[in-house]
Every structure is written in structure tokens, then in C-alpha cells.
């Protein structure tokens, strides 16, 4: 931003930014390092909000669920383009949405991947769209059962849990960036009538 | 046996291991940021405790969320019980859960359909 003609594009900007995320409804928006203590303060923030608004008890639990879920996706998964080993990148990287409608509330999140991992999430994702909550709860028990913790701490489950607490399909969507690179964009819905 | 007291914080659950006033219980909530490294300490005692149990071991859960991650550990702990229970002693899992939460419920019924071990659901009021 130096040079008033910076300037005064950022402050359009920064008015289009507030337009946009009015019209989408955005209750909460934040891109960079997804850290525990970044996780902690979202989910605190967010059911500071919903307790005030008198939000229904089991909405409350759900989406504090689901955003927790979310945010360790990207903090676990999330690649940096260029970084060339996974110590330089400890905590992933991404974009994370809460929105707020009259129905419903969507936690959306987006981050970089390797490319060659499209399949296999498109594979996982579309296989679990395709289960009813009795499927989920088989898969989940059976998922618990063999699984074991990866090197990053995650259990595998994040997406079944999420699709079996939400009651929502799993909507999701690549961008290619580059030869290497992805971006992988997720989306779920909790139901504001429990 | 040395007894294990943790207190929770909004991120990690209280635990209390006490084999010699028959205290064994996990409430609160559960996402630590390492979860393996939180749960480690909690999975040795009971290998130490699994050589030499009490008669009865009233094990209760009382906690009002936990993620995934923790999930798995959770189940860890169960098979430790599960364990116990097998070479002959006497095990009970208290699975608590408010009585609002269904979500909570249907976690103790998961569980309980994984191990063989005799599994209680007890719900209670948040007021």
C-alpha cells in the first residue's frame, strides 16, 4: 500500500469486502495459519454468540462440532505451496467462513492440497454423500475400529462425523492452481430447526 | 497405586484415577492439542492398573464433547477396560450424558456395540 492511488483502491475494497460478506450472510471469516489457539478462539467466539442469540442448545453443539472438525482439517492437511518439507509448515493454512442464515448455519473452509490426492477425497467424499445415518454409523464404527492415529493426530473421521452429525451432504469443490496444487473448498450445513 | 488428578480446562478433560477409593472417571471436555501426548500418561496407568485390578471397576464418562481425535483414544481406554474385563474381573462403563444431547447418547451407544464389556448409559439433567 504505498501511493495514494493504493490507497484508495484498498479502502473500495475494503467497503466491497464489507458488501460482500453482508450479502452472503458471513458471520466470520479468517485466512492463515490454523493453530489450536485459533481453533480455541472461533469456537469460543462462536458459541459466546449463539448462547446470546438464545441459538437452540443442540444447533450450538453441532456447530461448534463441525467448525472444530473443519478447522483441524486444515490445520492437519492443508499443504503450502513451495514449502519443501513438512516441518516448515507445522500448522496448515487455509480459509475458514461461518455463515448464518434464517435456516441454517455453513461452515465453509478452503486450502491448498497436492494434487494427487484429488481422487482419493473425491472418492471418500462422494462415498460418504452417498450413506444414510445408519451407513454413517456403520462406517464410523468400523473406521474407529481399524484406524489409528496418523503422524498429524487426525483419526480419519472428521468427514463422517461431520456428515453424521449435520444430517447435511458434504459439498466440496476443486480449483487447480497449478501442475501441483489444488484448492479444495468444503462446505456443510447445520439445520437451525433441531 | 500412585493416583492420577487431572483438572480440565476448556480444552482438555478432568480425569481422576484412584484404584484405592474406586474412583476412575473422564468428564468435561475433550480436544487437546496433542492428543495422543494428553491421553498417553492416562493409557500407562491403566496398563499398570490392569496387572493388578480392583474387584469391581465402576469406570464413568461424563463428558459434554470430545472430537474426533479424541474419539479414538476414547475407544483406547474402553479396550483397556475390555481387557480387564476379559481375564475375569468385574467392569463397568458408566457412559453419562445430558439428557438433552443425543449426539452424546448415540456415542455411548457406538461404543458399547464395539466392546464386550458391560455398558451403562446414564443420562442426567444440565439445570
Known amino acids: 500500500m504505498d501511493g495514494k492511488i493504493d490507497v484508495k483502491e484498498f479502502l473500495e475494497f475494503v467497503y466491497s469486502f464489507y458488501k460482500t460478506m453482508r450479502d452472503h450472510q458471513v458471520a466470520l471469516v479468517y485466512e492463515g495459519d490454523v493453530t489450536h489457539q485459533i481453533t480455541k478462539a472461533f469456537t469460543s467466539l462462536t458459541e459466546a454468540n449463539m448462547e446470546s442469540q438464545m441459538e437452540d442448545p443442540s444447533t450450538q453443539k453441532k456447530v461448534f462440532h463441525v467448525m472444530v472438525e473443519c478447522l483441524q482439517n486444515i490445520s492437519k492437511h492443508a499443504e503450502v505451496i513451495g514449502a519443501e518439507t513438512v516441518s516448515q509448515h507445522k500448522d496448515g493454512t487455509g480459509i475458514f467462513l461461518l455463515s448464518k442464515g434464517s435456516e441454517n448455519y455453513n461452515v465453509t473452509t478452503g486450502n491448498v492440497l497436492l494434487k494427487d490426492k484429488v481422487p482419493v477425497m473425491t472418492e471418500m467424499l462422494d462415498s460418504i454423500n452417498l450413506l444414510d445415518k445408519e451407513g454413517l454409523k456403520t462406517l464410523y464404527k468400523q473406521r474407529i475400529k481399524e484406524g489409528r492415529l496418523s503422524n498429524k493426530g487426525g483419526a480419519g473421521l472428521g468427514f463422517i462425523d461431520i456428515a453424521k452429525k449435520t444430517g447435511s451432504k458434504l459439498y466440496y469443490h476443486f480449483l487447480s492452481i497449478n501442475d501441483e496444487y489444488s484448492f479444495f473448498v468444503f462446505s456443510t450445513q447445520i439445520s437451525r430447526n433441531n | ?127
Open chain 2, 1 to 127: 497405586m500412585e493416583v492420577i488428578k487431572i483438572i480440565g480446562t476448556d480444552d482438555t478433560p478432568s480425569v481422576t484415577l484412584d484404584a484405592n477409593n474406586d474412583l476412575f472417571e473422564i468428564s468435561g471436555r475433550s480436544l487437546p492439542e496433542d492428543v495422543a501426548a494428553f491421553y498417553e500418561p492416562i493409557l500407562d496407568w491403566l496398563d499398570r492398573y490392569a496387572e493388578g485390578p480392583n474387584d469391581k471397576t465402576v469406570f464413568n464418562f461424563k463428558l459434554v464433547y470430545f472430537n474426533t481425535a479424541s474419539s479414538k483414544l476414547l475407544l483406547d481406554i474402553l479396550l483397556k477396560l475390555e481387557e480387564i474385563f476379559e481375564a475375569g474381573n468385574d467392569v463397568l462403563i458408566r457412559w453419562h450424558f445430558p439428557d438433552d444431547d443425543e449426539d452424546m447418547e448415540e456415542a455411548g451407544e457406538e461404543y458399547a456395540d464395539i466392546v464386550e464389556v458391560p455398558f451403562e448409559q446414564v443420562s442426567y439433567s444440565m439445570d
